[in-house]
Structure formats: C-alpha cells, structure tokens
C-alpha cells in the first residue's frame, strides 16, 4: 500500500512539474499576444491595456516589456525572417526599410533568454537617430555574429528575437497598428 501511494505521490509531482514546466516555457518563448501579425512581426493591440488579460499581463512581465499603452508605443517583435525561418545567429541578416510612422524608433537584437547579446563592439541596437540613410531615407541594418561595415546589431550565436518600438506613434499607426510600414528581414546566408 506505501509502494502505490509513493508512486501516486510522484506521478503527480512530476505531472505538476510538467505543468510548471511548460508553462513557464510558454510565458518564456512564446508572445502569446499576437494579434497583429505582419509578415515575421507579431504585435498585440492590447500591450499596456487595461484589457489585458491576466495571461498578456505574465507574457508581459517574465519578457520584461515596458509596457507603455499603445497610445504612447507599440512594441513589434520577430522570431523569424520573412520567409518564416527562425532567427539564428548561424545567418547573416539585412533589416530595412522607411521609418514606422512614430516620433522615434528602436530595433534591438535579444538571445533567447531575452536578454541583450554580449558582445565586444557593444552594439544591442539601432535607432532612428542612428542608422545611416539612402537617398530615399530608407535605411539598412545588418545583424550577425560577426561585425559588418555601416549599422550593425551583434546576434549572438544562438536563437535570437528583434524587437521594433515605436515610440509616440501617429494617430493612424495606433488606431491601425495592422497597417503598420515595419522593415523587412531579409536572410542572406548562413555558416
């Protein structure tokens, strides 16, 4: 009778860990907050909301997004290029295009963990302050494992994840974050 008791006893122990366990996983990797979807960019329209649901909150809080309601920034993030392949530092990738229609923007690389990539150039982002322009004011960013010549954000060797903040959005970006102008990320080799 002891022997089944301590089976039953660690059969729901382990189920609980499993649970925890993919749980955590989820609220980890996972958005689960994307219901905006623009080519490999995932957004959701209720970030900073008090409609946010307890589930969007956790997302939230274990990614360590600021935040901010959509009024004031929209947060865009990608786990894959434009043809739906996982980012990894293994590839060489181009990021661009024109602004997003914001008073300011960002683009910053994070590993898995979604933490900033260590690395020896210090380079975590871009900004619209920062990147060099065409002459039609588009702009170009290369993100690698290894430094390239002009705007360059380090990816670590492993998975990573981009995230787009768009800061003070215009009114129509977010009434109609949807229709958002986001650069595209283009693969153009790997190791």
């Known amino acids: 009778m ?7 006893a660690g059969l729901l122990l382990l189920a609980t860990l499993a649970g925890a366990g993919s749980a955590g996983l989820r609220l980890k990797f996972l958005s689960g ?45 990608a786990l894959a290029d434009d043809d739906g392949r996982p980012l990894s530092g293994a590839c060489r990738y181009r990021v661009g295009g024109h602004d997003v229609a914001a008073r300011w923007w960002s683009l910053t690389a994070y590993g898995a963990d979604r933490f900033l990539i260590p690395n020896p150039g210090h380079r975590y982002s871009a900004t619209q302050n920062t990147v060099a322009r065409a002459a039609d004011g588009s702009y170009s960013i290369r993100i690698s ?25 215009s ?11 986001l650069p595209g990320i283009v693969r153009e080799g790997c190791t």
């Open 33 to 77: 907050a994307d219901d905006i979807r623009l080519g490999p960019w995932r957004s959701s329209s209720l970030v900073g909301s008090a409609q946010a649901s307890a589930w969007l909150r956790a997302v939230v809080a274990v990614n360590g997004i600021l935040a901010l309601n959509q009024r004031e920034a929209i947060y865009f993030t």
């Open 2 to 8: 002891i022997g089944k008791a301590w089976r039953v």
């Open 145 to 169: 494992r290894e430094p390239q010549a002009g705007d360059w954000i380090a990816s670590g060797s492993g998975r990573f994840v981009l995230t787009l903040r768009a800061y003070m959005p």
């Open 171 to 181: 009114p129509a970006l977010a009434d109609h974050p949807e229709q958002a102008g």
